[in-house]
């Protein structure tokens, strides 16, 4: 586009010219439209086109352009995927609420509901990005997905209309601002247009925002490849003349092209396999086309039987679709002259929906329906998720986890394909064939034999889950599942199950509170003080009192104003048989830093043990909790300094036992159990409590506390266990 502001000038017929400014006209757009649908309403498409123009008026774009240029060029951007006109008028109109006075009421008046709920979606979005910096990243992308979710078109008008944003990115003066639009186009919206197969803008997207975040390096990949393509000037057309000679030979017609790969692409595979630009050899990658799927193995059969095949290169994409949708043969060959090349072969219909991805589902004459089909089920998945997630930065930890890793394949017993992160376990495989499995897991088969619900999973393992109704979701599962949605509902029981701890004692705390002051405890007259602790609910009253954030004798002084606690007489204290010292009795040690007297528990979910770094938390109405520095707990208290106390074990030892809690996976054989039990007795380690957490044929896995001197002590042991053959893992247990 050319700077400087031109306005438009309108004929009776209201088609528009422009003086001084090159941009689609009126008319281009329409046969643009018609062109691939010749049943498109023409009518509605002029009068978007008029109406945008009309209402973003003198309006101007950081480059000088007037305003409804923009809208005009994201349309002719989407008419190159033969998009519905529902989709080409809301990419039209999808400014016009935002910038200018119009409403969505005046959109549905004026262009049907259709049209109107699309320009809403993609207010919604736009509104997303310009919240303000308070809003985190993480609760705008939960946003983002609940408001394209509805229809995917909305994701499609978004894409396009990033895509020009991005094109005239370099017109905006601010600096910070620049890089802020191209590292969010680089972490979301490419990564989302590759999600549904739109090739074309998720390379665009890439290289425009690599263009602004790295212009050293991607000048750099630019020059060598220039350089390249001069030096080696005929090695492509030879290439592509010697597979149409061999795919004729063969009697296979087929359409052969070739494609430099993007400097992004190219950058990214440097980063990620370490090496120079010198050592990539496959840096263009060759298309054939053919007419079927029986073509496609037998163009591929022909390929290998003439070239020596690179291994590790082929990857069947036709057998196992990727999340998108694509489907094709990739192979590596060391092809005509040595040259070490890329090819993918697919058919001409594969062909269009690698270009267009999701797109190929709103082109002219298709049902929209035809989109809620597989092809986007990650994106149902994300939103399963969200209905799991805690907060936004959960669920942005756990969308990261779903969107951006490599996939492994595996198969249910029936043979169904389940596709899950690479490094993912039957734990993992149990949630994504249904949450219910998942929740009452207790057990798994790989390929037949049992295995730990730790075990990572391998591309075309055959994965069979074992459950029990009694099962519920183990903590500990967090600590190796991958997957998001796994790792949401395992975090969602935890939550659920803690407050429901939670009420139970805080319901007792209250219940004794009231009796000590001669009154009694009812839900009734509790609600009136609601609004004094700042809780919505007496279930969050209940549960804050019983988790220590609210004093419980607040609430009763709150109810009973002026109530005396009844002291209860004493009993004459019968003389009993002095009892041995206990183990690691909280209190007993006086810790450095702590005012002497101070109430001290030691956090059950690290157990620290003397010799590690610990943290005191300050909790209301318990003391102090001591946590060992690396705690995953500690989490929840990061925005509260005021709470933290810095406290150190005594230099001098006073000689007692404390806890400390290992995870250990044993082979179910004869002797195994008494073998574990003998060894820790060899190193002076005192058992005080086993649990079994869980049971298969072939492995046991329990947790053990065991009484020990401090962290040295228990690493000994723990080294002991290792070299036990019976003992398949063992580890320090966090939870």
């Given at each position: 586009m050319?700077?400087?502001?031109v ?17 689609l006209?009126q ?13 498109a309403?023409?009518?509605l498409?002029?009068?978007?086109y008029v109406y945008?123009?009309?209402?973003h008026?003198s ?5 000088g352009d007037?305003?409804f ?8 951007i989407?008419t190159?995927y033969?998009?519905d006109?529902?989709?080409i ?5 999808h ?5 200018t006075h119009?409403t ?5 008046k004026?262009?049907?509901g ?15 990005e310009?919240?303000?910096k308070?809003e985190s990243?993480?609760e ?7 408001a394209?979710?509805a229809?995917?078109?909305v ?6 209309d990033?895509?020009?944003n ?14 802020r639009i191209?590292?969010e186009?680089l ?10 197969g739109?090739?074309?803008?998720q ?8 263009a ?15 350089f390249?393509?001069q030096?080696g000037g ?13 795919m004729?030979s ?6 052969i ?5 993007t400097p992004y692409?190219i950058?990214k ?15 263009m ?6 007419k079927t799927?029986?073509d496609?193995?037998?163009?591929l ?6 070239y ?15 999340p998108?949708?694509y489907?094709?043969?990739h ?6 002259g ?5 090819v993918q072969?697919r058919?001409?219909e594969?062909?269009q929906?690698?270009e ?5 589902h ?5 049902n929209?329906?035809?989109a809620d089909?597989?092809?986007y089920?990650?994106?149902?998945g ?5 209905e799991?997630?805690a907060?936004?930065?959960e669920?942005l ?9 490599d996939k492994v ?7 169904d ?5 690479r490094?993912?376990?039957p734990?993992?495989?149990?949630y994504?064939?249904h949450?219910e499995?998942?929740?009452h ?12 619900l ?14 029990s109704?009694?099962?519920t979701p183990?903590?500990?599962?967090e ?10 509902r ?7 199950r803690?407050?429901?701890e939670?009420l139970?004692?805080g ?12 009154g009694t ?5 509790v609600e009136?003080v ?24 607040d609430?009763?002084?709150a109810v ?6 009844i ?6 204290k ?7 010292k206990?183990?690691g009795?909280e ?14 528990h ?12 610990i ?6 109405g318990?003391g102090?909790?001591?946590?060992t520095i690396?705690?995953d707990s500690?989490e929840?208290f990061?925005?509260?300094?005021e ?12 000689d ?14 004869p002797g ?9 007795g ?6 005080h ?5 869980s049971r ?5 896995e ?6 020990v ?11 002991a266990l ?10 320090r247990a966090?939870?």
């Amino acid at each position: 586009m050319h700077g400087g502001t031109v306005g438009p000038r309108f004929r009776g017929d209201d088609t528009i010219f422009w003086l001084g400014l090159s941009m689609l006209r009126q008319y281009e757009l329409v046969e643009r439209v018609k062109a691939y649908d010749p049943d498109a309403d023409e009518d509605l498409i002029n009068r978007a086109y008029v109406y945008s123009v009309k209402v973003h008026g003198s309006q101007q774009r950081a480059s000088g352009d007037p305003y409804f240029a923009h809208p005009i060029e994201v349309a002719g951007i989407l008419t190159r995927y033969r998009l519905d006109t529902a989709t080409i008028v809301t990419a039209l109109l999808h400014d016009t609420v935002e910038d200018t006075h119009t409403t969505i009421d005046e959109i549905e008046k004026g262009f049907g509901g259709e049209v109107a709920k699309l320009v809403d979606g993609v207010t919604k979005l736009s509104r997303i990005e310009l919240q303000s910096k308070e809003e985190s990243q993480a609760e705008n992308f939960r946003k983002f997905l609940l408001a394209m979710s509805a229809d995917l078109r909305v994701l499609l008008v978004k894409l396009a209309d990033r895509l020009h944003n991005m094109r005239t990115l370099k017109y905006i003066p601010n600096e910070d601002k620049r890089r802020r639009i191209a590292r969010e186009t680089l972490e979301l919206y490419a990564p989302l247009a590759e999600r549904i197969g739109m090739r074309d803008f998720q390379e665009e997207l890439q290289d425009l925002a690599f263009a602004e975040l790295n212009p050293e390096a991607r000048e750099s990949i630019v020059k060598r490849l220039e350089f390249l393509a001069q030096r080696g000037g005929d090695v492509v057309p030879r290439i592509l003349a010697s597979l149409s000679e061999l795919m004729k030979s063969e009697g296979t017609e087929a359409k052969i092209s070739g494609r430099q790969k993007t400097p992004y692409s190219i950058w990214k595979k440097m980063q990620q396999k370490a090496v120079e630009f010198e050592q990539l050899s496959d840096i263009m990658a060759f298309r054939v086309v053919v007419k079927t799927l029986p073509d496609c193995y037998r163009a591929l059969g022909a390929i290998h039987s003439k070239y020596r095949v690179v291994p590790g290169r082929f990857k069947d994409y036709l057998s196992l679709p990727k999340p998108n949708g694509y489907r094709s043969l990739h192979t590596g060959v060391f092809g005509p002259g040595g040259h070490r090349i890329e090819v993918q072969i697919r058919t001409e219909e594969m062909h269009q929906f690698a270009e267009v991805g999701l797109a190929a589902h709103w082109q002219y004459k298709q049902n929209v329906a035809a989109a809620d089909s597989e092809a986007y089920r990650w994106l149902r998945g994300l939103l399963d998720i969200l209905e799991q997630g805690a907060d936004a930065e959960e669920f942005l930890e756990h969308t990261k986890l779903e969107m951006f890793q490599d996939k492994v394949f595996c198969f249910t017993p029936h043979g169904d394909l389940i596709e899950m992160p690479r490094g993912a376990t039957p734990v993992d495989f149990a949630y994504a064939v249904h949450s219910e499995i998942g929740d009452h897991c207790v057990g798994a088969k790989i390929n037949g034999r049992m295995v730990p619900l730790r075990t990572p999973l391998k591309n075309g393992d055959q994965v069979e889950i074992v459950t029990s109704k009694a099962q519920t979701p183990s903590p500990e599962w967090e600590r190796f599942v991958v997957t998001g949605k796994a790792r949401a509902r395992i975090r969602r029981f935890v939550r659920l199950r803690q407050r429901q701890e939670y009420l139970e004692l805080g319901q007792a705390m209250l219940e004794k509170a009231f009796a000590a002051r001669g009154g009694t405890y009812t839900p009734k007259v509790v609600e009136p003080v609601l609004r004094q602790f700042g809780q919505s609910s007496l279930d969050d009253l209940i549960a804050s009192v019983g988790q220590g954030n609210v004093s419980v004798g607040d609430v009763a002084r709150a109810v009973l104003p002026g109530a005396e606690v009844i002291q209860a007489p004493a009993k004459k204290k019968k003389e009993e048989p002095k009892k041995p010292k206990k183990e690691g009795r909280e209190g007993a040690i006086q810790l450095r830093g702590l005012i002497p007297g101070m109430a001290v528990h030691f956090a059950g979910c690290c157990h620290p043990l003397p010799g590690e770094r610990i943290v005191g938390i300050v909790t209301t109405g318990k003391g102090v909790t001591i946590h060992t520095i690396d705690c995953d707990s500690l989490e929840a208290f990061a925005d509260m300094p005021e709470r933290w106390i810095d406290v150190a074990w005594p230099e001098a030892g006073d000689d007692q036992m404390r806890v400390g809690r290992l995870h250990v996976t044993v082979s179910n054989e004869p002797g195994a159990l008494g073998a574990i039990t003998t060894l820790i007795g060899k190193y002076e380690g005192n058992i005080h409590n086993l649990r079994f957490t869980s049971r298969t044929t072939d492995f046991f896995e329990m947790l053990i506390d065991i009484a020990v001197r401090d962290v040295r002590h228990l690493t000994t042991i723990i080294a002991a266990l290792r070299g036990q053959k019976v003992v398949a893992a063992v580890e320090r247990a966090r939870s």
